[in-house]
């Protein structure tokens, strides 16, 4: 077990500590921070936190992989998992909160699955399905629209700016988007599927 794959697994059991935070409802955990018009829940701040360094060991893990010659297939394997679990276990917390609307969430989880299923079908094909463009700009949108979700709006909030939203709304269009590139991209594994 090298130190990107520990990396990757960290990621992984920060998730349950995340829903807790989030999800278990104790009286001083709740307890709302105030600064002037803005309000944030104990609870919520914490979880927001390790939803942000949750999220940026992603791209620790991967870089200390491919520059200490550390890649490996648990490495292939751990490493989109975690981050399709992380992105998920959240949104569907959010949804729970009230923070953002279910259906959003089942676009985003429905879209990962399709990927992770087209990916599956071109490793049975003897092809990889590398990370696209539109791959990469979907997780950065995701990532940034749940940690102003997880921030109530902050700091936009005190700008009457409702960031938290049109980043939302931005997530699930890229997916949308991204999730239809990547098929039209390799529309050629159903033909040869057939054969």
């Known amino acids: 077990m090298n130190l990107p794959n520990r990396i990757t697994l960290a ?3 920060m998730i349950p500590l995340m829903l807790v935070a989030l999800l278990v409802d104790f009286e001083w955990w709740t ?3 105030q600064f002037g018009n803005y309000h944030l829940p104990l609870n919520q701040l914490i979880g927001a936190l390790l939803f942000i360094v949750a999220a940026s060991t992603d791209g620790i893990d991967g870089y200390i992989a491919r520059k200490r010659n ?3 297939n648990l490495g292939k394997l751990l490493d989109p998992l975690a981050d ?3 992105v998920a276990a959240v949104l569907v917390a959010l949804a729970a909160m009230g923070k953002c609307d279910s259906w959003m969430v089942i676009i985003i989880i429905s879209r990962e699955f399709a990927v992770t299923g087209l990916r599956e079908v071109a490793l049975l094909e003897g092809s990889v399905i590398a990370a696209s ?3 990469k700009i979907k997780t950065i949108t995701q990532i940034v629209a749940i940690s102003a979700l997880l921030l109530n709006n902050f700091p936009f909030e005190w700008l009457n700016i409702p960031f938290d939203d ?3 709304w931005l997530a699930v269009l890229i997916t949308i988007y991204s999730g239809i590139d990547y098929f039209v991209k390799n529309k050629a594994l159903f033909s040869l599927s057939k054969a």
């Open 11 to 13: 990621r992984i059991f």
């Open 31 to 33: 307890h709302e921070l």
């Open 70 to 72: 550390m890649v490996t």
């Open 84 to 86: 399709k679990l992380l």
């Open 133 to 135: 463009k539109w791959g």
């Open 166 to 168: 049109i980043a939302i």
